[in-house]
Structure formats: structure tokens, C-alpha cells
């Protein structure tokens, strides 16, 4: 199924085929160098058996994300219940991942923006945030530009305190009232 459309990209339910280039992508060093290590096979496995689960459970999650003109699986974006121990959790998180290939094409940023507004007319979610560790300016920027407003720093719970990924900033947006959303 698809949720999401926009000029360039579609957000749909994850395909079987999605495996292998998903596990090339978490393994990927740069793409996952703001996390605290690449995933091997078995975990990005487990990642894509979480996100299939969140699917049944909430009825959205991660999208898996492919270019229309090619129908290429380039990674994902979408939502994720956040539940670690922090004063803004539990809350709806918005996220992305692409593989290299897709960098500084925009694709980020128009597919965000697109879940933000399915997660707000569809999913009926009243704030989103998004969070990244301090040096991902790539990330801040998508932030930014899909019009989330900068909260705060934190250090993620699940990350090592000693580690230059520990410091985060966290970002929000609000639904704005109904008549602003074209709802």
C-alpha cells in the first residue's frame, strides 16, 4: 500500500525485496555515522521485523521509501513511538534514513514533509519531534527546513555519555489549528 505520494517519492508498506538494500544501507559507514555503530544483517533484520510490527500495532511507522521515476527502494521515513526515559517521551517521532545515493537531492526533506502531513490529517498527531545527535547538521538542516522549531539540547539515554553522539538537539512542530491545514 501506498501512504504517501509526492512528485518525486513514495512512502508504501515495506516489500520482502526491501531486505537486502535495507541491510546495505545500515551497514553503510556513512550513512550510519551519527549512530553508535552499522548494523550487521541479523540486526537490521530485527530493525525491519520492529518496523513490520509498529505497522500492525499503530497502523503507520517507517515507510519504506522509493523514487517514482525508477521505483528504487532508497531508504525510509516516518514515524516511531519513543518511549525511552526522557521528559518529552512517550512521544511520535519523525525519522529518516537514505542510502548515499540519494543525499543532497532533497528527497529527505519532501518526503518529511509530506509524513508530516499525513501524520497530522491522517494520523490525527498533535506535536511530532525529531531528534539527532548534535553533529548532524545534515538531519538538523531536513528539521529545519520542513518547519520544526528547535527545543532543546538532551543526551540520549541510550547513548553512551562519553560518546560525541551522546548530546542531541530535539526539534517540534505543532498541528497547526484545522483551518490553517486545509482540513
Request: charged share 25%; aromatic share 14%.
Amino acid at each position: 500500500m501506498i501512504y504517501i505520494e509526492t512528485t518525486r517519492l513514495q512512502l508504501r508498506d515495506w516489500k520482502e525485496s526491501d531486505l537486502a538494500p535495507f541491510r546495505q544501507l545500515n551497514a553503510d559507514e556513512q550513512v550510519m555515522r551519527y549512530f553508535p555503530k552499522t548494523l550487521s544483517s541479523e540486526e537490521t533484520n530485527e530493525l525491519y521485523q520492529s518496523i513490520l510490527s509498529e505497522f500492525q500495532a499503530y497502523g503507520f511507522g517507517l515507510y519504506a521509501v522509493e523514487v517514482k521515476e525508477t521505483q528504487e527502494f532508497i531508504g525510509f521515513i516516518g514515524f516511531r513511538k519513543v518511549t525511552f526515559e526522557a521528559d518529552f517521551t512517550p512521544c511520535i517521532e519523525i525519522g529518516w534514513r537514505l542510502k548515499q545515493e540519494a543525499w543532497g537531492k532533497g528527497y529527505a526533506s519532501e518526503g518529511a514533509a509530506a509524513c508530516l502531513q499525513y501524520g497530522f490529517t491522517h494520523l490525527g498527531f498533535q506535536e511530532i519531534y525529531s531528534f539527532t545527535a548534535v553533529i548532524n547538521t545534515p538531519s538538523r538542516n531536513v528539521m529545519t527546513k520542513i518547519g520544526m522549531d528547535y527545543v532543546k539540547r538532551f543526551h540520549h539515554p541510550r547513548v553512551e555519555k562519553d560518546s560525541p553522539l551522546s548530546e542531541h538537539v530535539l526539534f517540534q512542530i505543532r498541528r497547526l489549528p484545522n483551518e490553517q491545514m486545509g482540513v
